[in-house]
Nanobody
Framework: QVQLVESGGGLVQAGDSLRLSCAHS????????MGWFRQAPGTEREIVAA???????YYGDSVKGRFTISRDNAKNMVYLQMASLKPDDTAVYYC?????????????????????WGQGTQVTVSS
């Protein structure tokens, strides 16, 4: 069973930067696609970014050019560097893992296909 633990959320001001981290407890980490999703009150969970085991990335339209997803396969870690934060970025951010059995290819982007989820970390951006 894989456990995901997020950290790094908090309260920041508009324009600030923040980095989220997610620790993956399982073996063969590089065979998992990893994703960051977010959910604000009253909205559906949306994808923020995803990354394959080899480092191919995907970004949601609202964060392109501001957020960067990365991973360290040696440490079983995935990161989300967030810059130029806006009040609309306020949400609970979730880390997710999808076992693909391979490193290459485009990462999974559909929330329903992810097998494991973290508990979430709150990010609040004040104006």
């Amino acid at each position: 069973q894989v456990q995901l633990v997020e950290s790094g959320g908090g309260l920041v001001q508009a324009g600030d930067s923040l980095r989220l981290s997610c620790a993956h407890s399982g073996r063969t980490f590089s065979m998992y696609d990893m994703g960051w999703f977010r959910q604000a009150p009253g909205t559906e969970r949306e994808i923020v970014a995803a990354i394959s085991g080899s480092g191919t990335t995907y970004y949601g339209d609202s964060v392109k050019g501001r957020f960067t997803i990365s991973r360290d396969n040696a440490k079983n870690m995935v990161y989300l560097q967030m810059a130029s934060l806006k009040p609309d970025d306020t949400a609970v951010y979730y880390c997710a893992a999808d076992y693909r059995g391979r490193k290459y290819g485009s990462p999974t982007t559909a929330a329903g296909l992810y097998d494991y989820w973290g508990q979430g970390t709150q990010v609040t951006v004040s104006s």
